[in-house]
């Protein structure tokens, strides 16, 4: 007994150094960049103190949207201001979200703006710039617009983005949807079932067992002027797998053929089926050759997760 006692105090002494080196790695990747950043960009300078929030305190700051970044497990969170004497400030927001593909993942959240070459992905609509690169979602606004700020957003997204000095893979997942017909602005990277209802409403409950250990990727396709919806889902294994086309098909598609595809109400077709851990639902096709389609591609997909 008193053997296994030491072994487990080791175990959890050592389980514990690893969450603090985890810990410290964020937050010294977090202050490199922070130590870093710019006190001045054109004629704003950076307020007297910065901000830092955590998983828990980010409802303080943006009490709306603070459920998304918890959902794609936000670590912290810099906020920087920079002010003019007289005028409107640009706001810095940079966003640790621990892995390449959460940062990612909250990039796709809303893909709407202009397209630009910065980061690994970035995108302006007005007065407001956002982008990823590798663990870090960044955003920066402007509080009201000018041609001078949108210059100065711009100019400090290219600085931000340069002191990032490594790029992160993106979601492995995203190499199992089927190329014919995806529409990749479409695209959105989650694990939370919230999420999936803000894109494409499923149930209110999580049925699809959605969770940080499932990756999901939902994405548009289009086909001869025809339109469907598909969602991937790869958990853990096949049986939880199995599981989850079960319960999705249990309260989505009650009434499937033996096949898996359904004729909605309002005319569309439905699917689901399993390929090894990963769950394909097919949403709100226009036909059901295209659901089919959809659904045989990505069964001949060799896998790669």
């Known amino acids: 007994m008193s053997r296994l006692l030491f072994v487990l105090l080791i175990a959890s002494v050592v389980s514990g150094w690893a969450l603090l080196v985890v810990q410290s790695s964020y937050a010294d990747a977090l202050e490199a960049l922070h130590s870093a950043l710019p006190e001045k960009i054109r ?9 830092i ?24 969170c810099l906020s920087r201001r920079y002010s003019l004497p007289k005028g409107p400030a640009i706001v810095l927001d940079i966003f640790d979200m621990g892995t390449s593909a959460d940062a ?10 202009e397209e630009m070459n910065l980061g690994q992905g970035a995108l302006y609509r007005p007065g407001w710039l956002s982008f990823w690169k590798d663990r870090f979602f960044v955003s920066i606004y402007m509080e009201e617009e000018s041609t001078e700020a949108e210059l100065a957003v711009r100019e400090l997204g290219k600085t931000v983005a340069s002191l990032i000095k490594k790029e992160g893979p993106k979601p492995r997942i995203l190499n199992e949807l089927p190329r ?10 989650l694990h939370h079932h919230i999420v999936l209802n803000y894109h494409f409403y499923v149930s209110d409950e999580n049925i699809l067992n959605l969770g940080p250990r499932t990756d999901a990727i939902l ?10 919806r598909l969602l ?3 958990y853990p294994d096949r049986r939880e797998a199995m599981e989850a086309l079960a319960q999705f098909r249990s309260h989505y598609l009650p ?10 109400e309002n005319g569309k077709w439905s699917a689901g089926a399993v390929k090894g851990k990963l769950l394909a639902a097919i949403f709100e096709a226009d036909s059901r050759k295209l659901a089919e389609d959809i659904l045989s591609n990505m069964m001949k997909r060799s896998p790669k997760t």
């Not at 990612?104 to 703006?113: K, R």
């Not at 994405?219 to 469907?228: K, N, P, T, V």
């Not at 009434?255 to 909605?264: E, K, P």
């Open 232 to 234: 991937l889902v790869k």
């Open 255 to 264: 009434d499937a053929d033996s096949t898996g595809i359904v004729l909605q």
């Open 219 to 228: 994405a548009e396709y289009e086909q001869d002027g025809e339109r469907a």
């Open 104 to 113: 990612f993942g909250v990039f796709t959240h809303d893909q709407d703006g």
């Open 53 to 76: 929030f955590d998983a828990n305190t980010i409802f303080s700051y943006i009490d709306g949207a603070g459920e998304v970044y918890r959902a794609y497990n936000m670590r912290r």
């Open 180 to 189: 014919k017909g995806l529409r990749p602005k479409s695209i959105r990277y």
């Open 43 to 51: 004629a704003w300078t950076v307020d007297p103190e910065d901000q």
